[in-house]
């Protein structure tokens, strides 16, 4: 059994609204899904440790006495709000280009000249944030190196967060890094003269051309060691190698900022930089391999590491990425290679090197993502690896805060969820009072919401949803959507109605920030569904779920314990009743009346949504059998589910997971593939509704535009 422990301090003054299951049992005054919400809510289960995650010296007692909340009480929401710092924000000089010069080091003496930004990435990962970011500042305005130290900053900032200024900021900063790079460059190639531009520019034009074919960047022959040393032969100087690997870095770091941003014109500048990227890097890495057995001698090991970073980096974010987002980025002409991409990245943590912690984390986010995207297929084969690199990254970085993030996820995955909400309450207490004390904070305690709906723990969700809320992280109409969700399922159906009332105007264009000009898919989905509970005067609601929805959407049954899965069944069954009760009533007055004014029931699309909810939690217990008469029921009915149209796809993927799990593997690729194609049908078909509005909204502003127009002139006249 392998056994991370993750060694960390803990500190007595620890304040976070989280409070036992005990406190989960129904008051009188709660409403019968409250009611269902507590079964077994007393009982003491823990998930045994079966990939061996364990975290030394708890010593964090988060029970406290709380007062059973009332369905008209306010709720009250206690969080630690951390203290911004005015050295948070990372800035780039714009004229650094001009203070540029070229590094005529030779990779020793490259290597001592480096010394500070290592040990500087040494304190970033041992939670010494303000320390990293001085050393960083010391020569970011003349030396690549030390900027990109800073640029990291920013982009581990920007994906905490993903909050658009944050990822605005990094962008800029690494535009700035890029240039920087790219000058120094520039400024080095001047010293080819002759037969040195040719082999520049013909190790370029090779390198573009032959990386076409596969997703090795390059192959080529090594030269005879006694052309290097007799100069019979010319190499790309260390430095102009060092400033690639940063260039293509900053080109890196840029593409993943770009793919968070869910634009199409966001996946073309992905893929733009993804092709500079890999240009650069595979420029070091033709010279690398044409150096043979010196490499040693005319490279660093920093831009050696730096090299198996980003290629290795660059073909696991591509063997990745969704069809619809590859057919975007499609310039590439070679194939993204995963087993390579595992393979560099293991190798350069092994080498301990500047970019050795990058890896780690590379691997590990990887890992983590994956998997909580497809549970049913890849906790098997990406948990174990995911628990090894966890390990030796704690070797190293015991008390990381951003190590501990990432065995809060972790733990999470291999079913352990009281075990990462604790890694996640370490993550923040080891970053106290340091640059990246608000992020961490934040994100962690997202986890931790998340991981109380996982344990059916919707108090102590509702109040980390809400403080978040009102600390402005993330989405705004998405954690508002949360906590009423929350709500509803505790039982307070008043104040889940008013959560659900402001979201109209977080999401209204008006209200968002400059950055925020468009609507993530999140934050559709979330209007469509108050939108249609205000249709109906929310009087509905009984007959949907929508913590368990939501739930579903981040594939959490998978992940879930038993007892838990048994109460969401519970509940599931419970909506579905009250669907049945209100057809009956309706069928009851059609049988009485003549042409009644009600009209008949159609209750397609809320069911559809319970059953896929309920079809998704059997084929969690391992009840895929099942399972089917409700799938079968959803695509029977397909023709008449209209509000709720991605519960069709998404349908067809659960009917795969069910036939994978009864054995049907080639049934069960072919489910896959019919969820693929409706899904691009649906999107298309919302897509072109949205502009048709958007259209239709334009006309109706034009001329209210020009009918003013006119006024305005017959009253001038």
Not at 120 to 125: C, D, G, K, M, V
Request: hydrophobic letters at 40%; one cysteine or more.
């Amino acid at each position: 059994m392998t056994v991370a422990i993750l060694q960390v301090k803990n500190d007595d003054d620890i304040n976070y609204d989280l409070m036992s299951s005990e406190t989960n049992s129904s008051s009188s005054n709660s409403s019968q899904r409250s009611s269902v919400t507590s079964i077994d809510s007393n009982h003491d289960h823990t998930v045994p440790l079966e990939l061996g995650l364990v975290i030394h010296a708890l010593q964090i007692s988060s029970e406290q006495e709380v007062k059973d909340l009332k369905p008209t009480q306010a709720i009250e929401i206690k969080s630690t709000k951390p203290v911004h710092s005015s050295d948070n924000m990372i800035v780039l000089n714009s004229d650094t280009i001009k203070h540029v010069k070229p590094s005529i080091l030779l990779p020793r003496e490259q290597e001592i000249a480096d010394e500070p930004v290592c040990r500087a990435i040494h304190l970033l990962f041992n939670n010494q944030f303000m320390e990293a970011k001085k050393l960083f500042e010391t020569h970011a305005n003349t030396d690549p190196l030390h900027a990109s130290g800073l640029g990291f900053m920013s982009f581990f900032k920007a994906t905490m967060t993903l909050d658009p200024k944050s990822i605005e900021n990094a962008i800029q900063v690494l535009i700035s890094i890029y240039t920087m790079a790219t000058a120094q460059i520039s400024r080095a190639s001047g010293s080819y003269i002759g037969s040195s531009i040719f082999q520049y520019v013909s190790s370029c034009y090779q390198n573009l051309k032959s990386s076409r074919a596969s997703a090795i960047p390059i192959h080529a022959t090594p030269v005879k060691p006694k052309l290097i040393e007799t100069h019979k032969t010319h190499i790309i100087p260390n430095g102009t190698l060092r400033a690639h690997v940063i260039k293509a870095e900053a080109c890196l770091q840029m593409a993943i900022l770009y793919l968070f941003q869910e634009k199409i014109a966001s996946y073309v500048k992905c893929g733009l930089n993804l092709r500079r990227a890999y240009t650069s890097y595979s420029i070091v890495w033709q010279e690398y391999k044409r150096m043979g057995q010196l490499h040693n001698e005319y490279i660093d090991q920093n831009t050696i590491s730096g090299i198996q970073f980003g290629i290795g980096a660059i073909h696991l974010i591509l063997s990745s990425l969704p069809p619809k987002i590859l057919c975007i980025i499609s310039a590439f002409s070679w194939k993204p290679d995963r087993h390579l991409g595992f393979a560099l990245l293991k190798l350069c943590f092994e080498n301990k090197q500047s970019r050795s912690p990058l890896a780690s984390a590379m691997l590990l986010a990887y890992y983590t993502t994956l998997i909580q995207f497809c549970p049913q297929l890849l906790a098997d084969t990406y948990t174990q690896p995911a628990i090894e690199t966890l390990l030796e990254a704690q070797k190293i970085y015991p008390n990381s805060s951003i190590f501990l993030y990432f065995a809060g996820k972790t733990s999470r995955i291999a079913q352990n969820l009281n075990l990462s909400t604790e890694s996640f309450l370490y993550a923040i207490e080891t970053s106290k009072k340091e640059w990246a004390e608000v992020e961490i904070h934040q994100a962690s305690r997202f986890e931790m919401g998340i991981n109380q709906m996982m344990q059916n723990n919707w108090k102590e969700a509702v109040g980390l949803f809400h403080g978040l809320f009102q600390e402005g992280y993330g989405s705004p109409a998405v954690l508002c959507y949360l906590t009423g969700a929350c709500l509803d399922m505790l039982g307070q159906r008043t104040e889940a109605i008013l959560t659900f009332a402001q979201i109209p105007a977080l999401v209204r264009p008006s209200a968002r920030s400059y950055h925020q000009k468009s609507t993530s898919g999140m934050e559709s989905y979330v209007m469509r569904k108050v939108v249609f509970f205000q249709q109906s005067g929310y009087q509905d609601m009984d007959m949907t779920m929508c913590a368990l929805e939501c739930l579903y959407l981040i594939n959490a049954y998978q992940l879930m314990d038993m007892v838990q899965l048994e109460q969401n069944l519970s509940l599931t069954d419970y909506s579905l009743s009250k669907i049945l009760e209100a057809e009956k009533l309706e069928y009851s007055i059609r049988a009485k009346e003549l042409l009644p004014e009600t009209p008949p029931p159609q209750y397609d699309n809320q069911r559809s949504v319970l059953l896929l909810i309920k079809a998704a939690i059997l084929n969690a217990m391992g009840r895929a059998q099942e399972a089917i008469v409700h799938l079968n029921w959803i695509i029977d009915h397909k023709a008449t589910i209209k509000i709720d149209s991605w519960a069709l796809p998404f349908a067809y993927w659960e009917v795969g997971c069910t036939s994978w799990s009864l054995n049907h593997k080639t049934r069960a690729q072919q489910f896959w593939e019919a969820a693929l194609r409706l899904a691009m049908q649906i999107h298309l078909a919302m897509t072109q509704a949205s502009s048709m509005t958007h259209a239709t909204v334009t006309k109706l502003d034009n001329k209210l535009s020009e009918s003013q127009g006119d006024q305005t002139e017959e009253m001038n006249n």
